[in-house]
């Protein structure tokens, strides 16, 4: 299992088309992805779920990652988060 924190960075934080780009992230692995908001366990594999988080520009968000392919699954996370998910 793996706990890691990633940075929101683009300007607009996660708003639906950024949801979208993060749950196609998500669903090509087989590991339970989810991130931890205020108590919440929400599954970042439901693009409903990955706009909840409500996450704003500068702000962290927890990850817990879980299975077979954990450690392709949180690169690939990295990456996109780094990337600002094509974003400013």
């Not at 299975?67 to 780094?82: I, N, T």
Request: charged content about 30%; aromatic content about 4%.
């Amino acid at each position: 299992m793996l706990n890691v924190q990633l940075e929101v960075r683009n300007e607009l934080g996660i708003h639906a088309r950024v949801a979208s780009k993060i749950t196609r992230c998500c669903q090509g692995f087989t590991s339970r992805i989810e991130a931890d908001r205020d108590g919440k366990k929400l599954s970042l594999k439901n693009v409903l779920n990955v706009m909840l988080l409500n996450v704003k520009c500068g702000e962290l968000l927890s990850l817990t990652i879980e299975g077979g392919d954990e450690a392709d699954a949180c690169a690939s996370l990295r990456q996109l988060f780094a990337e600002k998910f094509g974003e400013k």
